[in-house]
């Protein structure tokens, strides 16, 4: 198996798994194909919090870097998801709509960190009699922006899409 390939399922095995596996020295061609690698696959963050502060010597302290940042915008979206399904949460319950969070919202719970889990969207399941309610609230009171697909409302909420589901 390809060096790079190892390595980032060696840095999954170490932050999901909590098992200590070391690395492989790279090249920094090598060190820049895993860092392309773990972008394209949307696991840059986790391969931060792998490689760490320092102490892995096997990745040079421009790529830490690179990974670092990656992890700060997988924090930085985590809150605004939060915020935004906090809002949400609050709005929703002051106005008896009844909902429920789906998949990323639900799962990232089961994580290592929250932030671990990353995503675009925040999907809620609405009944399909509170669709026009929840559109009014959410666009006029929250500040939202509307979009609509064949019964699913996307709000923008800046870095993330609000996809509900109605029932």
């Not at 990323?104 to 995503?119: L, N």
Request: aromatic letters at 10%.
């Amino acid at each position: 198996m390809e060096k790079t390939v190892q390595n980032l399922l060696q840095c999954l095995r170490n932050v999901i798994c909590g098992e200590d596996v070391p690395l492989i020295a790279m090249s920094e061609t090598e060190q820049e194909k895993f860092y392309q690698m773990s972008l394209a696959q949307d696991m840059a963050h986790l391969i931060s919090a792998a490689v760490g502060n320092g102490e892995n010597h096997i990745i040079s302290e421009k790529y830490r870097k690179k990974f670092r940042q990656q992890e700060n915008l997988a924090i930085y979206r985590y809150t605004c998801q939060e915020l935004a399904l906090e809002e949400i949460r609050t709005v929703f319950e002051q106005q008896k709509i009844f909902f429920l969070p789906l998949k990323g919202a639900v799962i990232r719970d089961f994580y290592p960190e929250a932030w671990m889990r990353t995503s675009s969207d925040i999907d809620i399941l609405i009944r399909d009699e509170d669709y026009e309610k929840a559109k009014k609230f959410l666009t006029e009171e929250c500040g939202f922006l509307y979009e609509s697909k064949d019964k699913k409302m996307q709000i923008s909420t800046g870095m993330n899409m609000c996809i509900w589901s109605c029932i």
